[in-house]
């Protein structure tokens, strides 16, 4: 099914999403990578705050490419979520609403999603050029020493992505298979 949301999330949009369901973004997000999010889970460590606020926020896996003239940001396709699953049930646990990446979640992850009532996203990989085209604004917002893992806050428009585990923790790279054996 295809549907439209708004970025932040809202609880209620985030529990109305299936897994399989296609899902159009408009609105802010953020981008961190592996290095911003060990950074804010030292910051976390210390007591500290965070550079954002998590509150049904989306975080989009991503370290984009220098920007063409006239653009606002280069290629910028999804990275592998897994490398990030050590810092999200935590991130989760302090409101994000969203995460946006390719591949498999850990248990562990998938235990907060269905916690916290959140989503996962999946965008293709390999189509970080025409993802691109769906980012209207990027702003580095943290961590600038990170270079393309800086926090960026982005504003996109029917940014396309795919719902892979839901709130109530369907996955569908899981029942795909299933549909898929089934059927041959």
């Known amino acids: 099914m295809n549907k439209k949301v708004t970025a932040p999330l809202s609880n209620e949009d985030a529990k109305s999403l299936k897994a399989g369901d296609y899902v159009y973004i408009t609105g802010t997000i953020y981008t961190a990578r592996d290095a911003a999010h060990k950074r804010m889970q030292e910051a976390l460590e210390k007591g500290e705050s965070l550079p954002i606020d998590m509150k049904n926020n989306i975080i989009y896996y991503m370290g984009p490419s220098p920007a063409r003239k006239g653009r606002p940001i280069g290629s910028a396709g999804p990275t592998t979520a897994s490398r990030m699953d050590k810092y999200a049930p935590g991130l989760l646990d302090l409101g994000l609403k969203g995460m946006i990446g390719k591949g498999k979640r850990s248990g562990e992850v998938v235990d907060a999603i269905i916690r916290n009532g959140c989503v996962y996203f999946a965008a293709v990989g390999g189509a970080g050029a025409i993802l691109s085209k769906c980012i209207k604004s990027s702003e580095i917002v943290a961590y600038d020493d990170l270079g393309t893992e800086a926090i960026r806050k982005l504003y996109v428009e029917d940014f396309p992505s795919i719902v892979v585990i839901d709130s ?17």
Do not use: H, P, S, W
């Not at 109530?168 to 041959?184: D, F, P, Q, R, V």
């Open 168 to 184: 109530n923790g369907n996955n569908l790279y899981e029942t795909a298979i299933k549909e898929y054996t089934n059927e041959n």
